[in-house]
């Protein structure tokens, strides 16, 4: 289809993105769904990285998985091994995933199938494990191996056999849009979701044929993990840009990533091209005992939440978590959400947002409009250490860098034929 401008091809891209209609359908080791795990590979978040570029914290996660997967039976063997390029890195939205944090995912994994009904899109985010010693913050000791361990023979197959038993899927939408209205924003508040998906799965898992042990550790780790919609609203807005990115021309923002060495995104004119700039390193809260410091640089495929329009562009929807991230109070959360709305094209009349008036939630990041203003998006975000295995350690925000824009905004203009001032 031909536009007449820029603006006409926008349309039709946010029209995209408003119109999607994702389902949660299943929860399957990532090698079934993504052939490109069926070897010695490693997906990660980002745009694409080597080994001697990966933050202390992603190689920990590398080396976890090397670990979990057999490949390997010491920490030492597991970093001779990823050192020597014996195993392929690449980047989860190469293969039609997202991995929050460091991104790693393995071919045992198991992941969450999101398909967008209206074209059959699907993509994929490996499971929320919980808080603690987790290998998306760079921990590899045996206490993670064995939550990975459990989380492949148990927690995945319970939530497939609950899942099938719904025909057609879980629609994802009516769970996000009752949420936005109870305080979630998707990226680092999910409680609301988290608790709506557990209402919503549990009737199934008791009728799923589970072991009572399984059935009890399923349904108390789902109880226990605020976080666990994160993972499935990551899959959701994936598979949601990405049909948005069907549309091949216009300015709007499909995808916004990092992997701790540089921030990346993508464009609905200008294809799977990255445009990167140096990532930054987050500003917020610490923990008791923790500074700026120890903080390790942005890093996680999370931000595709922000791309969608929620996260930290609908700050305004999460008052609960406005002092958590260290924005201030809730006028600041207002003015925050009010600074996105400039860069973006129109409001989602599908999010709602109660303490914003009823407005909906940014929807289309225009590119043209973060070069103008000079604002870039804002993403809310864990803080993780900079030395693998210690963990998370605050959360904050983190603005994009505005260099990729400038970038991708020279490149649409050279493809349109006009001169970028």
Aim: glycine share 10%.
């Amino acid at each position: 289809m031909n536009y007449q401008s820029i603006d006409e091809a926008n349309r039709a891209v946010i029209q995209k993105i408003v119109e999607a209609q994702p389902f949660l359908l299943d929860v399957v080791p990532a090698k079934e769904v993504i052939p490109e795990l069926n070897g010695k590979a490693l997906l990660h978040s980002g745009p694409s990285l080597k080994w001697e570029n990966m933050t202390n914290p992603m190689q920990g996660s590398c080396i976890g998985a090397t670990l979990f997967e057999g490949w390997a039976e010491t920490e030492e063997d597991a970093k001779k091994m990823l050192e020597s390029g014996e195993v392929t890195f690449m980047p989860c939205h190469s293969v039609d995933a997202v991995g929050p944090m460091g991104g790693i995912t393995s071919a045992n994994m198991p992941v969450l199938v999101v398909e967008n009904k209206v074209d059959g899109k699907r993509a994929y985010c490996n499971l929320n494990e919980g808080i603690g010693k987790v290998l998306r913050f760079g921990a590899y000791g045996e206490e993670v191996i064995n939550r990975l361990n459990w989380m492949k023979d148990v927690l995945g197959p319970a939530l497939s056999k609950a899942l099938k038993q719904i025909d057609g899927g879980l629609n994802v939408n009516v769970i996000v849009s009752k949420a936005i209205t109870m305080g979630d924003e998707f990226h680092q508040r999910n409680i609301a979701g988290s608790v709506l998906f557990m209402k919503e799965i549990v009737p199934y898992l008791l009728t799923a044929d589970l072991e009572e042990k399984a059935l009890q550790e399923v349904t108390k780790f789902l109880a226990d993990t605020d976080q666990f919609f994160l993972n499935i609203m990551m899959a959701t807005s994936k598979v949601t840009m990405d049909s948005a990115r069907t549309i091949e021309e216009g300015s709007v923002i499909t995808a916004l990533s990092r992997n701790g060495y540089e921030f990346g995104i993508k464009v609905s004119g200008l294809g799977d091209q990255w445009f990167t700039a140096p990532v930054n390193t987050p500003d917020g809260l610490y923990f008791s005992g923790y500074s700026s410091d120890q903080a390790c640089p942005d890093m996680g495929d999370s931000a595709i939440t922000e791309a969608y329009g929620v996260g930290g562009m609908a700050t305004v929807a999460a008052p609960g978590v406005v002092r958590f991230v260290g924005t201030g109070g809730f006028g600041d959360a207002v003015a925050t959400s009010d600074e996105m709305r400039e860069i973006c094209i129109d409001n989602n009349p599908n999010l709602s947002i109660p303490t914003w008036d009823f407005q909906g939630a940014c929807l289309g990041i225009d590119i043209r409009k973060v070069v103008e203003t000079g604002i870039t998006p804002i993403i809310n975000t864990g803080i993780a250490h900079k030395v693998a295995g210690i963990g998370q350690i605050g959360a904050g925000t983190v603005h994009a860098p505005l260099g990729c824009f400038e970038k991708a905004l020279e490149a649409l203009a050279e493809k349109y034929g006009v001169t970028a001032e």
